[in-house]
């Protein structure tokens, strides 16, 4: 069975402080995707990226990176310089890799960030 | 207009009521999704439709009953349901093959 664990229930920071958000996952599967959400107040997902568990190379994003440690099961995402914008529940997520079962997502319980002025 | 559009986006019902659920998506995709988000709970997958037809039921009460009537429209009938069924519903769509999802804002219900 698929599981996603995020540790992090809240995490405040002050604007420009950096944060980071873990993630830890369980699949048995060898192929699978990650993938981060991001939920403003406003209350829809927006997807932030989509990884494969064949490619373990980092990537940045403007302000957002990810470090994807397969041989850890963990891949966590980092703000960096954070702003009041970033202030939202972050979710990790997991899938299988078949066709078809890409939408299908095991969701961590997110991560509550708090940014203050 | 938005990706996803759900409406109503806040809803107050009784136990006994029948009410539905609508998502609208304009983005020529095959796939639309329900989720469930509840309290203190990580999203749960309800429902996915690939081209029109169901492909996942998750162990869903039959209180719940999805509808497909076409690649851009997703509605989520509600009928006798329970006051633990209170939640965050939010609708997705997706290319078939693809893992990104499109959320709409969500439909927040209240059953009393």
């Known amino acids: 069975a698929q599981k996603v664990t995020q540790a992090q229930t809240e995490i405040s920071v002050v604007e420009k402080e950096d944060v980071t958000l873990d993630c830890v996952y369980e699949?048995?599967?060898?192929?699978?995707?990650l993938f981060w959400y991001k939920q403003p107040p406003s209350g829809e997902l927006v997807f932030l990226i989509r990884?494969?568990?064949?490619?373990?190379q980092n990537e940045i994003s403007g302000r957002y990176s990810w470090n994807f440690q397969k041989s850890t099961s963990s891949f966590n995402f980092t703000i960096t310089a954070s702003q009041v914008v970033d202030s939202a529940v972050y979710f990790c997520a997991l899938s299988e890799a078949q066709t078809d079962s890409w939408g299908k997502l095991q969701f961590g319980a997110g991560t509550q960030v708090v940014v203050t002025p | 207009e938005t990706g996803v559009t759900q409406t109503p986006r806040h809803l107050v019902m009784g136990m006994t009521n029948k009410k539905s659920l609508k998502c609208e998506q304009h983005?020529?995709?095959?796939?639309m999704y329900w989720y469930k988000q509840s309290a203190k709970k990580p999203l749960e997958l309800m429902f996915v439709?690939?081209?029109?037809?169901?492909?996942e039921n998750n162990s869903v009460p039959s209180r719940f009953s999805p509808e497909c009537p076409n690649s851009s429209h997703l509605f989520l009938h509600l009928h006798t349901l329970q006051p633990e069924d209170s939640a965050l519903y939010l609708c997705?769509?997706?290319?078939?093959?693809?893992?990104?999802?499109?959320f709409g804002e969500g439909s927040r219900l209240t059953v009393l």
């Open positions: 990884r494969n568990s064949f490619d373990e």
């Open positions: 439709y690939s081209l029109e037809e169901r492909v």
């Open positions: 699949t048995r599967d060898t192929t699978y995707y």
């Open positions: 997705a769509s997706s290319h078939r093959n693809t893992g990104e999802l499109f």
């Open positions: 983005l020529g995709h095959n796939a």
